[in-house]
């Protein structure tokens, strides 16, 4: 049985780098412009927005936990005058920013609240 002509010699070639040239412009318009990722981006992006949605949901409980708490006043002054840069460890080291079930604060939860405080007057 013989091939047909597109399957020999110079047409085989063409067809080959044809097919090669169509793959790649394919993998890079859907990576590049077409919403294509990995698996592994896939995770992280969800673990992003996971993390995103805690510090969002746990914040404003941090914040009520600081202000029902003893001296809260006196707190929330003592509070602003800590340099921006530690008020995240003293809310953790306060334990506002530790909730039931876990034995550590959330630093990216401590980091929120500290915001929402330095907010309120």
Known sequence: MQLPKIFQGESLTRLLQGAFAGFLATVV?????????????????ADQSTSSAIVAALAPICVDKF?????????????KLIDSWKR??????GGWATFPG???????????????LNELK
């Open 102 to 116: 876990t034995e550590s604060p959330n630093n990216n939860v401590a980091e929120a609240c500290a915001k929402m």
């Open 88 to 93: 995240d460890s003293f809310i953790e080291n």
């Open 67 to 79: 202000q029902h708490a003893t001296e809260a006043k006196a707190t929330l002054a003592q509070l």
């Open 29 to 45: 318009i859907g990576f590049g412009w077409g919403g294509w990722m990995l698996g592994s981006t896939a995770k992280k992006m």
